[in-house]
């Protein structure tokens, strides 16, 4: 199932084959439909009473397909204004009233956040060392059972001290996985 140019398919849930558009941007490329799928069948199909925030936000397609399966609430956040703008347009045509659209910096927002999160989206842009940057911010924002879906173009050979790889997988040049807390 390929994805049309600028369009991101929501794979499941209420909103389930609507088609998104998103702007050209530098270093924008949404997850993968195979790999969205894989994600969602490890979170479980249904997300309802769960809190998501969708850092790095671009395209979307983690936030509305979280919001499309039930979360109760889903924060996105995006740096880029056009991107933002888009990821607020998309909302609105969804009508999707728990999405909440955040036009800012990622880390400030993981720095200055009072928010806890059953489910954290790390997918920065691939040549940035901002996965590094991130990780260690995201422990104080992650609800208790919270999990953290992290996506690469290289799986770090190490993690952060206090993380632990619950799962992980690779498809095509997309490396991905789900990060919990470290059991004491």
């Not at 941007?25 to 769960?50: C, I, M, S, Y």
């Not at 995006?78 to 728990?98: F, G, I, P």
């Amino acid at each position: 199932m390929s994805q049309a140019r600028n369009k991101v398919r929501i794979i499941g849930g209420e909103h389930r084959r609507r088609l998104l558009p998103f702007p050209d941007a530098e270093g924008l490329r949404p997850t993968p439909d195979r790999v969205r799928e894989t994600l969602f069948n490890w979170l479980g199909q249904d997300l309802h009473g769960k809190s998501c925030l969708d850092l790095f936000a671009g395209s979307g397609a983690l936030g509305f397909e979280a919001a499309s399966r039930g979360a109760r609430r889903v924060v996105m956040v995006e740096k880029s204004r056009k991107v933002y703008e888009s990821l607020r347009d998309n909302r609105q045509l969804l009508s999707a009233a728990a999405i909440d659209v955040v036009n800012g910096d990622a880390l400030l927002y993981l720095k200055n956040g009072r928010e806890r999160f059953d489910v954290i989206f790390l997918d920065p842009p691939y040549d940035s060392d901002l996965l590094a940057q991130a990780l260690p911010l995201l422990a104080g924002l992650l609800a208790d059972d919270g999990v953290v879906y992290m996506e690469a173009r290289q799986w770090p050979e190490a993690l952060p001290d206090g993380w632990d790889c619950v799962r992980q997988d690779k498809a095509g040049t997309v490396h991905y996985g789900l990060l919990a807390p470290a059991q004491a």
